[in-house]
Antibody, heavy 128, light 111 residues
Framework: QVQLQESGPGLVKPSETLSLSCTVS?????????WGWIRQPPGKGLEWIGNIYHSGSTYYNPSLKSRVTISVDTSKNQFSLKLTSVTAADTAVYYCARDGGYDTLTAYYKVAGWFDPWGQGTLVTVSS | QSALTQPASVSGSPGQSITISCTGT?????????VSWYQQHPGKAPKLIIYEVSKRPSGVSNRFSGSKSGNTASLTISGLQAEDEADYYC???????????FGGGTKLTVL
């Protein structure tokens, strides 16, 4: 079955760049679907960060867009997240997930906002 | 754009049914049949339980059902069980500017 696994540093200093990768197994990213990042601050709700397609097409949360870059490496079957100029407010569990959006009429994959499966998540703490 | 609005908490006794609401606007829930619901137990990743308003992924109990009316979506859990105690989040596609919105989450307590 499709599995996702996040990896990256668990501690980032304020003003620096948070970098995470998501490795997908059981499915080739190049076969389709958008792939997304979602985060959850401790004790708080979920926040969508952005999605990427294997072609490199990206969609970002407008509130984070100026600081976020999501990229894809199809040779490694991975996609990655970079978040610049981090502060304590960026401390969260970061999840990667597959967006299941698919338009059966046009046979195009799309951003639909329903995510399955999810990675286990990785806690990133922003602190000096 | 603001998050979708959910009640902070709901509760019910075993065997009962409960409904969690998720209120958006005409720009998100009201415009698209792309509402999803997630169940999250403490320390675990969210699990998809409803997508496209009312569809259940394979393996999800038919005790979970979803619906939508206007700008409000609802998740109903029938025959409450102790293992249903968790946080529940709604999510909606919100158009080509905002794209994806989550609700603030609802904590379900099984009494």
């Amino acid at each position: 079955q499709v599995q996702l696994q996040e990896s990256g540093p668990g501690l980032v200093k304020p003003s620096e760049t948070l970098s995470l990768s998501c490795t997908v197994s059981g499915y080739s990213i190049s076969s389709g679907y958008y792939w997304g990042w979602i985060r959850q601050p401790p004790g708080k709700g979920l926040e969508w960060i952005g999605n990427i397609y294997h072609s490199g097409s990206t969609y970002y949360n407008p509130s984070l867009k100026s600081r976020v870059t999501i990229s894809v490496d199809t040779s490694k079957n991975q996609f990655s997240l970079k978040l610049t100029s981090v502060t304590a407010a960026d401390t969260a569990v970061y999840y990667c997930a597959r967006d299941g959006g698919y338009d059966t009429l046009t046979a195009y994959y799309k951003v639909a906002g329903w995510f399955d499966p999810w990675g286990q998540g990785t806690l990133v703490t922003v602190s000096s | 754009q603001s998050a979708l609005t959910q009640p902070a908490s709901v509760s019910g006794s075993p065997g009962q049914s409960i409904t969690i609401s998720c209120t958006g606007t005409s720009s998100d829930i009201g415009s698209y049949n792309l509402v999803s619901w997630y169940q999250q137990h403490p320390g675990k990743a969210p699990k998809l339980i409803i997508y496209e308003v009312s569809k259940r992924p394979s393996g999800v109990s038919n005790r979970f059902s979803g619906s939508k009316s206007g700008n409000t979506a609802s998740l109903t859990i029938s025959g409450l069980q102790a293992e249903d105690e968790a946080d529940y989040y709604c999510c909606s596609y919100a158009g080509s500017t905002t794209f994806v919105l989550f609700g603030g989450g609802t904590k379900l307590t099984v009494l």
